[in-house]
């Protein structure tokens, strides 16, 4: 009876709410000491107390799924399953919308790269009216997440800085944005509210400042990474980086990022696979890769093909986003932290001491090994396996520098021990670094073939066989330090006149023989039409065996 009256009374809402909300409570703080206990840590020595209730609130909200909050010290904490794409639109502020995610599957990868009328298949751009994910101001597009991507982006184990971008402005009000100390390219790093105007014309990143101190500061940067190369750089427009506190004249955002911006040029010497490593590839991975995806590219004459389709992969990984084309994107895109260029150093070589992580290109490698599921992270180690032949992979070239007598040099790399595997290459990038992946000795004539290098597992051996005509400093310069960066052992051998097609081109007493430095003072064309574009190899097999027995003798090491 008693037990009947008190359902006869009913529930007391407001103390059953409460009850939830406590019950809720303690299922998520057990659930965090038993399985995620080191969060609890790193949320003590980073999170204050209200970020840390803040957190705490949003995994216990009833009424959605958990989400990040990516304005809180504890952003690094979000899983990329618990991140709602949210979607707010204002008629005077613009919409406020992450970007749209990267979206290209096998079947549309495989359109962008053969396309069947000849012409280029582009991406959607983010928040095009007819792509998902985005709302557009005039209310005629819902808001929803996009389906999930069809490319399985796994993560590696190079350290990564998630939440290193999030910083208090204020900071930087006494600081320079910009840092044109480097040879390779001019650097800003931008935190506060930061406005990308795009157009072909005249791109612009604006930060909006209160401090009267910083306005009228203004820098034009080159976002390509070969700032010295003053031929090139001369073909590419500058990105007007400036500070204003002038707030009636600023742009209003058309569409307001939840991520940091990474902002480069893919023009200049892109196309050519060692540029396409040197200038766009390694110097994005040092400046990107610390956010772990979470970042937004925006890209000065952006070619798509080559992004998603030739170096999909390796772009999918980097950011989870499309990129935003800077020359014709029409909106204001804005952010609270932005990077303007590329850090760079020596080409094919990462500094640690300048790279935020402290990264280096044995990291670079171990990230494109992850990319493109590349399983050999060793060279084979003769001493302890000896029933296997050392695969050596051959580059070959069918224009300049080729090698005339390609044919012998198999049969005596074969009668040595080893597996030949020969190839000029492959478009299919994802192919043609397991190809490269699976040997343990690469060797070809200098040229950017032989950047495949980045592929090869640790304590392989790369042979570089360098043309006549005095070019050891380039060749050392480009591929002999380095392949010694990247923990691989590094042979090489220069040809003498005899071994050179030059002969039946120029007599013997031409300068060409005689004064090759007196070449090289006619410039980098000239230098190349003779040495780079005409010459072809015939190499003497005697002198060149003992190369082949020391990469065998390396291995055994």
């Known amino acids: 009876m008693k037990v009947a009256s008190i359902y ?13 909300l406590i019950g809720c409570f303690l299922v998520s703080l057990t659930y965090v000491t038993m399985y995620k206990s080191d969060m609890l840590a790193t949320m003590a020595s980073q999170m204050s107390k209200a970020d840390a209730y803040s957190w705490i609130s949003q995994q216990i909200d009833s009424e959605s799924k958990p989400r990040c909050n990516h304005g809180s010290a504890a952003s690094y904490l979000c899983e990329n399953s618990e991140t709602i794409e949210t979607a707010r639109v204002s008629s005077s502020a613009g919409s406020e919308i992450p970007s749209q995610r990267n979206e290209f599957s096998a079947s549309e990868t495989t359109r962008a790269s053969s396309p069947a009328d000849g012409k280029e298949q582009s991406a959607k751009l983010p928040c095009d009216p007819d792509s998902v994910g985005c709302t557009i101001n005039n209310g005629s597009k819902d808001a929803f997440s996009p389906p999930p991507t069809s490319v399985d982006v796994h993560r590696s184990q190079v350290p990564v800085k998630s939440s290193a971008w999030k910083s208090d402005p204020a900071e930087f009000d006494t600081k320079p944005m910009c840092d044109t100390s480097s040879h390779r390219c001019d650097l800003c790093d931008i935190h506060g509210d930061i406005r990308i105007i795009t157009g072909k014309d005249s791109p612009s990143v604006l930060r909006v400042t209160d401090s009267s101190s910083t306005d009228h500061q203004s820098w034009q940067v080159k976002p390509y990474a070969r700032k010295w190369d003053h031929g090139v750089m001369g073909y590419m427009k500058p990105v007007t980086v400036r500070s204003t506190a002038d707030t009636a004249a600023t742009p209003r ?14 023009g200049g010497y892109v196309g050519n696979h060692f540029h396409d490593f040197t200038d766009v590839l390694v110097p994005a991975f040092q400046t990107a890769r610390q956010f772990d995806g979470e970042v937004q ?37 804005c952010f609270e932290r932005a990077i303007v260029g590329l850090r760079a150093d020596a080409d094919l070589m990462i500094d640690p001491a300048k790279s935020p992580m402290g990264y280096t290109m044995s990291d670079f490698r171990q990230f494109m090994r992850s990319t493109y599921g590349l399983n050999r992270d060793f060279a084979l180690k003769l001493a302890e396996q000896t029933e296997k032949k050392p695969r050596l992979l051959m580059i070959a070239r069918s224009g300049s520098r080729k090698f005339m007598n390609a044919d012998h040099i198999v049969k005596l790399a074969e009668k040595l021990g080893f597996e030949v595997v020969v190839t000029e290459g492959a478009l299919d990038l994802a192919e043609f670094s397991q190809t490269v992946n699976s040997c343990d000795v ?18 392989a051996v790369v042979i570089q066989v360098v043309p006549f005509g005095g070019h050891e400093w380039i060749a050392s310069t480009y591929f002999g330090n380095p392949a010694t960066g990247m923990e691989l052992h590094y042979l090489e051998y220069t040809i003498t006149a005899d071994e050179s097609s030059l002969t039946e081109l120029y007599p013997r007493d031409d300068p060409v023989f005689t004064d090759p430095k007196s070449i090289h003072k006619l410039g980098w064309v000239k230098m190349g039409e003779i040495y780079l574009d005409k010459q072809n190899v015939r190499l003497d097999l005697d002198r060149f065996r003992p190369v082949l027995e020391k990469a065998l003798d390396l291995l055994r090491k």
């Open 8 to 20: 006869r009374r009913g529930f007391d809402l407001l103390s059953l709410g409460v009850g939830v």
């Open 253 to 266: 955002c058309d569409v307001t990022h939840a991520v940091p911006a990474v902002v480069f040029s893919m």
């Open 297 to 333: 590219l925006v890209v000065a004459r952006l070619n798509r093909w080559w992004m998603n389709a030739k170096y999909g992969p390796y772009f999918r990984k980097l950011s989870r986003y499309d990129a935003i084309d800077l020359d014709n994107d029409a909106r204001v895109h």
């Open 442 to 459: 690469m060797f070809g004539v200098h040229g950017a073939g032989l950047t495949n290098m980045v592929f090869l597992p640790t304590n």
